[in-house]
T-cell receptor
């Protein structure tokens, strides 16, 4: 079992729709959860962090965390073509050097 | 990524040649620094991390090495490159007391 699992996609949504990206993780000791956006050929950019169960909203983005189910998701409302990218889920177990484990990413395509 | 610099941006090297990639960060003192590699179609693999000058920990055995000669400088090296060393090399930093990691722009290495 992979430590952090994501559906590779591509996930295609029409412009203006809600995109829902999902991620599961295996380590129950995980403490911090992140979503990164990576455009083709570019480095990952942190877009959301979440640390406790529930929802966290930032603009058009909402991160959801359910530690009991070991599940974290990212919702993008009013999707735009500029949201087309690969979204990486990342999980931090904490500890001395804060090791972060990344999923392989879900490719999102927003169709105009 | 504006406060993290990496060079070169792209590099094409023959098998067996040496390698030196440099990462420098601005602003903060004593950041935790990380080297990742992202191979085509694969997730981010942590290679090395450093909590301070001269302190390097390796995550995976390989023909790469890292050094941190100054607080804000992190170098990735190899004496002899392999074909399998091709990939997108990313430097990341984490501020003390925080969980988030931020990435530099990356170096795309092709070994021929």
């Amino acid at each position: 079992q992979k430590e952090v699992e994501q559906n590779s996609g591509p996930l295609s949504v029409p412009e203006g729709a809600i995109a829902s990206l999902n991620c599961t993780y295996s380590d129950r000791g995980s403490q911090s959860f992140f979503w990164y956006r990576q455009y083709s050929g570019k480095s990952p950019e942190l877009i959301m962090s979440i640390y406790s169960n529930g929802d966290k909203e930032d603009g058009r983005f909402t991160a959801q965390l359910n530690k009991a189910s070991q599940y974290v998701s990212l919702l993008i409302r009013d999707s735009q073509p500029s949201d087309s990218a690969t979204y990486l889920c990342a999980v931090n177990r904490g500890g001395g050097y804060q090791k972060v484990t990344f999923g392989t990413g879900t490719k999102l395509q927003v169709i105009p | 990524s504006q406060t993290i610099h990496q060079w070169p941006a792209t590099l094409v090297q023959p098998v067996g040649s040496p390698l030196s990639l440099e990462c420098t960060v601005e602003g903060t003192s004593n950041p935790n620094l990380y080297w990742y590699r992202q191979a085509a179609g694969r997730g981010l693999q942590l290679l090395f991390y450093s909590v301070g000058i001269g302190q390097i920990s390796s995550e995976v055995p390989q023909n790469l090495s890292a050094s941190r000669p100054q607080d804000r400088q992190f170098i990735l090296s190899s004496k002899k490159l392999l074909l399998s060393d091709s990939g997108f090399y990313l430097c990341a930093k984490r501020l003390a007391g925080e969980a988030e990691q931020f990435f530099g722009p990356g170096t795309r290495l092709t070994v021929l």
